[in-house]
């Protein structure tokens, strides 16, 4: 059974960061673009960030970000722990949300929610002072 669980959420204060954690079992993602989506209460889901999975070309973007979380959100992945991270700092009250890891289909990163075929069960980020 494939699974995403998310792990890091909580409640922060303005400024503070936080680490967020997605952890695969089932099968290995390493070929698959990875990301992270976030949502808001009354909100549809959008793309935070993005991380590329292995493939032939390097043509692709290795990272990318939705512009609101540009400069303060990093994406990284540790293949061999079959682990994605999301490092988030100087963290606003607009990014409480759910946080969702997502497995993408193919190697390169895409907003597309529909290209992202395995999800985990989302975590709560609440940054209030």
């Known amino acids: 059974q494939v699974q995403l669980v998310e792990f890091g959420g909580g409640l922060v204060q303005p400024g503070d960061s936080l680490r967020l954690s997605c952890e695969a079992s089932?099968?290995?993602?390493?070929?698959?673009?990875m990301a992270w989506f976030r949502q808001a209460p009354g909100k549809e889901r959008e793309f935070v960030g993005g991380?590329?999975?292995?493939?032939?070309?390097?043509?692709?973007?290795?990272?990318y970000y939705t512009e609101s979380v540009k400069g303060r959100f990093t994406i990284s992945r540790d293949n061999a722990k079959n682990t994605v991270y999301l490092q988030m700092n100087s963290l606003k009250p607009e990014d409480t949300a759910v946080y969702y890891c997502?497995?993408?289909?193919?190697?390169?990163?895409?907003?597309?929610?529909?290209?992202?075929?395995?999800w985990g069960q989302g975590t709560q980020v609440t940054v209030s002072s």
């Open positions: 997502a497995a993408a289909r193919d190697f390169r990163i895409t907003i597309d929610i529909d290209e992202y075929n395995y």
């Open positions: 089932g099968r290995t993602f390493s070929s698959s673009a």
């Open positions: 991380i590329r999975g292995s493939g032939d070309s390097t043509y692709y973007a290795t990272t």
